[in-house]
T-cell receptor
């Protein structure tokens, strides 16, 4: 099956610093990648959708200047949390969607998540 | 924005019993998917049901979909302690997945 990796799996940083999270599709080309955020005991909230080579589309209420998304290639998307604060501490999950398979729907595969703790 | 609403929010049953979780959504969908998540871990895809399907089985899982009521249910039969997890429905529309609030399932030995 298709594999999506995330790096790092966890990160602890000081308030005010920026943190970059990578999401890679290891054995397929992802036409679209998604970034979700999950607070403890809550559901996944879609933050943004990114297509390779174009600007990300952010969901309502998500600050695009705070959460920078770059989808530079068909296998890599990055999320940078700029000037992180304790309230940004969360579990960030990426997913990648492929249209390369012969299916009646586009499959979406999830990464294992990155736990960010901002002190 | 969240589209799916799930109930119950939490469910605790004895091992061997069946567990039923429900999901309601608001807009038209291409398909509906169910995922499992163990505490602090990533998502595990369980089953997908297309909008033109009414019922689907996979092992001990049974999913139903009623598009007229915009609702779905997930039934886990003969539950096991290892089924303890959070379960989420996700609706696929407009080329993206939107997750419901989730049901926290606890199986007591």
């Amino acid at each position: 099956g298709a594999v999506v990796s995330q790096h790092p799996s966890w990160v602890i940083c000081k308030s005010g610093t920026s943190v970059k999270i990578e999401c890679r599709s290891l054995d397929f080309q992802a036409t679209t990648m998604f970034w979700y955020r999950q607070f403890p005991k809550q559901s996944l909230m879609l933050m943004a959708t990114s297509n390779e080579g174009s600007k990300a589309t952010y969901e309502q209420g998500v600050e695009k200047d705070k959460f920078l998304i770059n989808h530079a290639s068909l296998t890599l998307s990055t999320l940078t949390v700029t000037s992180a604060h304790p309230e940004d501490s969360s579990f960030y999950i990426c997913s990648a969607r492929t249209s390369g398979r012969v299916r009646s729907y586009n499959e979406q595969f999830f990464g294992p998540g990155t736990r960010l703790t901002v002190l | 924005s969240q589209q799916g609403e799930e109930d119950p929010q939490a469910l605790s049953i004895q091992e061997g019993e069946n567990a039923t979780m429900n999901c309601s959504y608001k807009t038209s969908i291409n398909n509906l998917q169910w995922y499992r998540q163990n505490s602090g871990r990533g998502l595990v895809h369980l089953i997908l049901i297309r909008s033109n399907e009414r019922e689907k089985h996979s092992g001990r899982l049974r999913v139903t979909l009623d598009t007229s009521k915009k609702s779905s249910s997930l039934l886990i039969t003969a539950s096991r302690a290892a089924d303890t997890a959070s379960y989420f429905c996700a609706t696929d529309a407009a080329q993206k997945l939107v997750f419901g609030q989730g049901t926290r399932l606890t199986i007591n030995p």
